[in-house]
């Protein structure tokens, strides 16, 4: 779905990507992770062409998106959650997320969009069931706790029916239990709407629980890639990132 192919960027003399390859899997929830700077967040601007890679290729669905704007790349079923929510202080959730639904729609061929689509109202509603927000559809989405406003960034994403959607530190700010439940909702969602996700994660707890293929960043190029398993064994990711007492003693040199 999305091959990433030999990918470099750099910034002066910072290369942020370097000759990244990877090809994440349709319909997987997979992490990135790494130390501050290691390029995480630089990889995404790439995907959705916020930032054009100075060599490499990217791919998706077949097509070379490298270099395409941002717009088009949403258009060919890209997402990511920006902090969406503190744009629209005054609308409440339920108005977000029905505009959200409403402006894509807009934008979309009918010739694209199935015969027995919900309404925009309907859609809206799912997507606050799905995100556990329907107390919440009548307050201000600048009135919400951190943790729903973060919800609410990726309601919106998910209103522009992505089939990829990118969330960089989906946890960032929350405290350990609401992290838990952050990444329980975003799995639940992943499943729920069959798309493929990519987060970017620090808590490492987190991303073994829950994530299928792991890639490692490191100054910004590939370390390892591999299931939980692997990397918690891997002794170069060890080595670079996690530390000692985190693999107890399962490791394999
Ligand atoms: N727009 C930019 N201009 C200059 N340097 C940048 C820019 N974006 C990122 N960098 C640099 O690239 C490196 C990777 O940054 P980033 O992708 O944000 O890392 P991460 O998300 O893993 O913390 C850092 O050294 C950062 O300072
Ligand atoms: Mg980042």
Known sequence: ?????????????????????ADF????????????????????NL???????????????????AGLSPRAIVKRGIGRAFQVASIFPTFTVAQALEGAVLA??????????????????????????????????????SHLSHGDQKLLDIGLALALEPRLLLLDEPTA??????????????????????ITIIFI????????ARAQMIRV???GALLA?????????????????LGHGFADDEVTA
């Open 1 to 21: 779905m999305l091959k990433m192919i030999n990918v470099t960027k750099a910034f002066g003399g910072v290369v942020a990507t370097n000759d990244f390859s």
């Open 25 to 44: 899997e349709p319909g997987s929830l997979s992490a990135i992770i790494g130390p501050n700077g290691a390029g995480k967040t630089t990889l995404f």
């Open 47 to 65: 995907i959705t062409g916020k930032l054009k890679p100075d060599s490499g290729s990217i791919m998706f669905n077949g097509e070379e998106i």
């Open 104 to 141: 894509h729609r807009s934008k979309m061929s009918d010739l694209l969009r199935p015969f027995s689509q919900p309404s925009s109202r309907q859609r809206a509603e799912e997507l606050m069931e799905m995100l556990g927000m329907t107390s919440r559809a009548g307050t201000l989405s």
């Open 173 to 194: 700010g929350m405290g350990p239990e609401e992290r838990l439940q952050m990444i329980e909702r975003v799995h639940f969602l992943w499943q729920r709407e069959k």
């Open 201 to 208: 994660e620090h808590d490492m707890d987190i991303v073994f």
């Open 217 to 219: 960043l490191y100054y």
């Open 225 to 241: 890639e591999g299931t939980p398993d692997q990397i918690r064994t891997n002794q170069k990711v060890i080595d670079a990132y």
